[in-house]
């Protein structure tokens, strides 16, 4: 062979060499993780929120990768956390997010990958890449499109041959004995609401409460999801 085409075969050999290091030296690497869907509503305002238990979702983990640059689908190679789980859970695994229907508001749900190599087994120890979505419970209100309340009813039942009042916290039931019973739907599913009596004589005690305090005159209904019916008794 002459020198001229010895030359040349050097020559591309060399240069087969560098384009096979720089392509180990910038192998493929993960950069970004995209949560889809970015943000998830569960519920609504004229929903109680326990109603949304057992709600779910499919989330997807979009891997970016550069080296050259392709978008995979790595939904079961993250590692899926919810920041709040009485709000929503994740599995960890597979990105199904589920809505307790214990709570309301917004939860921070992340996919997580930590790449200690890369795709093609070059060292970047510690590299950790996450995504985010929001998942929001809407608040119950009891408001619908129309106007009004639809919340649980609470309804407080007179006895007895005395006079008195009750009165609710939070606001929503004020009413004297005379009026035999009164009834409230406004407030929202799964409050705790307390009734307080006050007597012109003497009260006779409660009927149908989940506790009554140590005067006797404080009767408490815990987690208001269904109708519910107290009794109210002045001597």
């Known amino acids: 062979m002459n020198r001229k085409w010895w030359s040349i075969v050097v020559f591309v050999g060399a240069a087969g060499l560098l384009v096979s290091l720089n392509s180990c030296g910038r192998d493929q690497q993960l950069v970004s993780i995209q949560v889809q869907p970015s943000v998830e509503n569960f519920g609504a305002s004229t ?11 499919q989330l997807r983990a ?24 009485q709000m929503m859970t994740v599995d960890a695994t597979t990105g199904l997010l589920t809505a307790t229907g214990l709570s309301c508001g917004g939860s921070l749900v992340s996919a997580t990958m930590t790449t200690n ?3 093609g087994g070059i060292s970047s120890t510690g590299a950790v890449v996450t995504g985010f979505m929001t998942g929001n419970v809407i608040c119950f209100t009891g408001t619908s499109s129309g106007g009004g309340t639809t919340g649980p009813s609470l309804t407080i039942n007179f006895t007895g041959s005395g006079s008195g009042t009750v009165t609710s916290s939070p606001a929503g039931l004020s009413c004297a004995s005379s009026s035999v019973s009164c009834t409230s739907s406004s407030f ?14 003497t009260f006779g005690g409660w009927g149908g409460c989940d506790t009554v305090d140590g005067t006797g005159l404080v009767c408490t209904v ?4 269904a109708a519910r019916a107290v009794t109210a008794s002045f001597n």
Do not use: E, F
């Open 47 to 57: 929903i109680p929120v326990s109603a949304n238990a057992g709600s779910t979702v």
């Open 62 to 85: 979009l891997g970016t990768y550069i080296h050259p640059p392709v978008t995979k689908d790595i939904t079961n190679q993250v590692t899926w956390a919810s920041n709040d789980t």
């Open 117 to 119: 190599t890369s795709a």
């Open 188 to 201: 929202a599913s799964g409050t705790t609401v307390t009734l307080t009596a006050v007597a012109s004589g």
């Open 222 to 225: 815990n987690n208001l999801t």
